[in-house]
T-cell receptor, first 118, second 112 residues
Framework: AQTVTQSQPEMSVQEAETVTLSCTYD???????LFWYKQPPSRQMILVIR??????QNATENRFSVNFQKAAKSFSLKISDSQLGDAAMYFC???????????????FGKGTKLSVIP | GAGVSQSPSNKVTEKGKDVELRCDPI?????LYWYRQSLGQGLEFLIY????????KSGLPSDRFSAERTGGSVSTLTIQRTQQEDSAVYLC??????????FGPGTRLTVT
């Protein structure tokens, strides 16, 4: 079974600064996807960024980028130029890429609560 | 276009009562997922529907939980004889078969 670990229950960052959220995972599969989701107080889970395991290039979406270290099974999220609207819970998630597995459910970490200080 | 919608937004029920939670997926999405988010357990997968295939029920915590998806669209999650440990936020997501999952706003269930 796959597991996802987020070792930082809470983090804070000064507005306009950069913060990195950590995530490690455990899997025996070679084909998989990794995601970062953001959950503000409204409860809506919003996809921030995704990474395909077969791609060596780190994914980037505007101010959000990842550092994907496949051998180390590490998938950290970097938020640059932090804004007040970035304050939320951030969840790292894993999804199998094996079509034979049938279901494509996400396995989530426990989350990191990010506070942005004005 | 419209996103995933869920109803009710909040539900308070007495222990032992049955509840039904509804999910309307994004139009055209063939896959639908239910997850439970609770304080102690984080986000847990409950059940998965894909087209006309048999659902993957491997995440359902007990036989008090069941779900159906009618006409390949709307889904209902039913919890019978609710217990206090069922209190949680129930999230629904939909996707194209292998695509990203888009989540609804969830239903917060409180069992008193």
């Amino acid at each position: 079974a796959q597991t996802v670990t987020q070792s930082q229950p809470e983090m804070s960052v000064q507005e306009a600064e950069t913060v990195t959220l950590s995530c490690t995972y455990d899997t025996s599969e070679s084909d998989y996807y990794l995601f970062w989701y953001k959950q503000p107080p409204s409860r809506q889970m919003i996809l921030v960024i995704r990474q395909e395991a077969y791609k060596q290039q780190n994914a980037t979406e505007n101010r959000f980028s990842v550092n994907f270290q496949k051998a180390a099974k590490s998938f950290s999220l970097k938020i640059s130029d932090s804004q007040l609207g970035d304050a939320a819970m951030y969840f790292c998630a894993y999804r199998s890429g094996d079509t034979l597995a049938g279901s494509y459910q996400l396995t989530f970490g426990k989350g990191t609560k990010l506070s942005v200080i004005p | 276009g419209a996103g995933v919608s869920q109803s009710p937004s909040n539900k308070v029920t007495e222990k032992g009562k049955d509840v039904e939670l509804r999910c309307d997926p994004i139009s055209g999405h063939t896959a639908l997922y239910w997850y439970r988010q609770s304080l102690g357990q984080g986000l847990e997968f409950l059940i998965y529907f894909q087209g006309n295939s048999a659902p993957d029920k491997s995440g359902l915590p007990s036989d008090r939980f069941s779900a159906e998806r009618t006409g390949g669209s709307v889904s209902t999650l039913t919890i019978q004889r609710t217990q206090q440990e069922d209190s949680a936020v129930y999230l629904c997501a939909s996707s194209s078969r292998q695509g990203e999952q888009y989540f609804g706003p969830g239903t917060r269930l409180t069992v008193t």
